[in-house]
């Protein structure tokens, strides 16, 4: 298994215009490698913008495929403003939320 995986974003995606079409292909690739690596990093280093709809596609969906614990102890954010912390945690909780409704029968 291979242990980590480490995604610096200034490498990956377009500093002028984070968006949520530029997050797609790598939760794609964080969930090709899923149950083969046991932690993903998440480097936001030298990112000064990122968008609301970058951090919904490609951290807070992975809470609507995965249990909550699971993401949590596989997902690493290192060098994220402590304000897009803030709004990624909204954006999380209502991820969860809405996969709780999802799993509720109708």
Do not use: C, H
Request: charged share 30%.
């Amino acid at each position: 298994m291979d242990t980590s995986k480490t995604f610096r974003m200034i490498n990956r995606i377009s500093l002028q215009e984070p968006s949520r079409e530029q997050a797609i292909p790598l939760r794609v690739e964080i969930e090709a490698l899923w149950d083969d690596t046991e932690k993903f990093e998440l480097d936001f280093a030298g990112i000064e913008f990122i968008s609301v709809s970058f951090l919904d596609e490609l951290v807070a969906k992975l809470f609507l495929a995965y249990d909550r614990q699971t993401v949590m102890r596989k997902v690493i954010i290192t060098n994220l403003a402590n304000e897009d912390r803030i709004l990624l945690g909204n954006i999380v909780n209502s991820r969860i939320r809405q996969r709780q409704q999802m799993a509720q029968p109708a």
